[in-house]
Nanobody, 119 residues
Framework: QVQLVESGGGLVQAGGSLRLSCVASRSIFSFNAMGWYRQAPGKQREFVADFTGEGNTNYADSVKGRFTISRDNAKNTIYLQMNSLKPEDTAVYFC?????????????WGQGTQVTVSS
């Protein structure tokens, strides 16, 4: 399996920005998909943004126009630039890497980083 380490979370006021980082223990070329999920207290984990295996990006409707996912292949790292943050964005953000092999999906997760947006 792969190790994923997130960083960059913190406390920010509404309207502010944060950039999350996720460093993988091996080349991100080895993953069929890689991205970000989040989980707020008392809620289910939800999709935020990811890269497909072809390198295309996808975003949840709630973050389109505000969040941008990017990657640095040489550093085995993906990022999530979060702008115009809202209190509703408060959650633990998890990095996800997915490998699809013989029709089966294998997910790896980071430990999570807390993002708190105050109003």
């Amino acid at each position: 399996q792969v190790q994923l380490v997130e960083s960059g979370g913190g406390l920010v006021q509404a309207g502010g920005s944060l950039r999350l980082s996720c460093v993988a223990s091996r080349s991100i070329f080895s993953f069929n998909a890689m991205g970000w999920y989040r989980q707020a207290p008392g809620k289910q984990r939800e999709f935020v943004a990811d890269f497909t295996g072809e390198g295309n990006t996808n975003y949840a409707d709630s973050v389109k126009g505000r969040f941008t996912i990017s990657r640095d292949n040489a550093k085995n790292t993906i990022y999530l630039q979060m702008n115009s943050l809202k209190p509703e964005d408060t959650a633990v953000y998890f990095c996800n890497a997915r490998v699809t092999l013989l029709g089966r999906e294998f997910d790896s997760w980071g430990q999570g980083t807390q993002v708190t947006v105050s109003s």
